[in-house]
């Protein structure tokens, strides 16, 4: 009897906490709700929260994540979405989820002031992504430490190959960075599949980690905790502007670059807020906080002032980096599972 009136009484609270849980859901959503998943530097995250906020009276739930990671998350709850908006990131794994149908298609009344990559990114996602910023690969070394091992100014991609950069080179995990895995296309775009993995087996031997994030070696170099890292440029520039003893590099033979793109998760339950914040990303005064967060890279708004400090893509030996099929889900699958079984388990 005892045991049965507390199963009741237990059955009775847990439907009204159940009750209360769905009221306050429902209120947080009635008084403006966000949940972003953002690719970005946490810095940078954080000012778009605030100033979304600050500007809409929103409040935004914001996690960083690596791209890579981004994706398997959105993926994981594609059947009762957590996120409403995943904002910036390498474009890859956007052009992934839009094949794969879990986020959403939308056309935002802000695409005619876009440059024409941010729009051809749109159009191949079939509405489903945007590009929002654009920056380069390359890599960095720090110039004391270069110095004090003897180590050669590296110029090109060939040159991290050199003996004397043994344990002395710092990359992501293209699995769950975005910057990596631009790497891993680029490479493959430029010396070709099989001479590329070539390549990625030898610069194996002188990675001393695989980092989660992208930018990690940016800033393990500003430290001195390696000589040499491969990230975005713009990711480096930020340690130049914080005066750390880092040179940044663009390699001689050219180089691949990201289109970082945003996408709306399909089932958002803020979706008229995601539609607010996507318009809002795509305005020249939104994409001013890039620079003001210390991010460099180039904007996709036609009038958002370049910052000075981004590299000039002009100047840049560009690949003819081909979006589509590397951001296509059986590439992109093959590819990095090609990694993991012939570079990454290497000794
Ligand atoms: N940081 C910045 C400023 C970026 O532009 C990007 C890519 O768009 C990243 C980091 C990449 O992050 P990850 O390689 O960790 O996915």
Known sequence: MTVKKNLAAATMLAGTMTALSFMSAGAAQAQGALVMYCGVQEEWCRAMTTAFERETGIKVSMTRKSAGEVYAQVKAEAANPRADIWWGGTGDPHMQAAEEGITDEYKSPKMGELQDWAVRQWEQ???????????????????????????????????????????????????????????????????????????????????????????????????????????FMHDIVTMVVDKAPVKVVAPCEGTGYEIGSMSIIKGAKNLDNAKKFYDWALTADAQKLGAEAKSYQVPSNKNTPIPPQAPKLNDIKLINFDFAKYGSSAERKRLLSKWDNEVKNLP
């Open 125 to 231: 996602s079939k509405g489903r992504t945007v590009g929002i910023y654009s920056g380069a690969l390359g890599f960095g070394y720090n110039t004391e430490l270069a110095q004090s091992k003897k180590i050669g100014e590296p110029k090109c991609w060939a040159d991290l190959l050199k003996p004397e950069l043994k344990d002395e080179v710092q990359v992501a995990d293209p699995n769950s960075s975005g910057t990596a895995y631009t790497l891993l296309a680029t490479i493959v775009q430029i010396m070709g599949e099989d001479k590329g993995f070539e390549y990625l087996k030898a610069l194996h031997k002188n990675v001393n980690q695989y980092t989660k994030s992208g930018a990690a070696p940016a800033k393990a170099m500003a430290l001195g905790e390696t000589t040499a890292g491969i990230a």
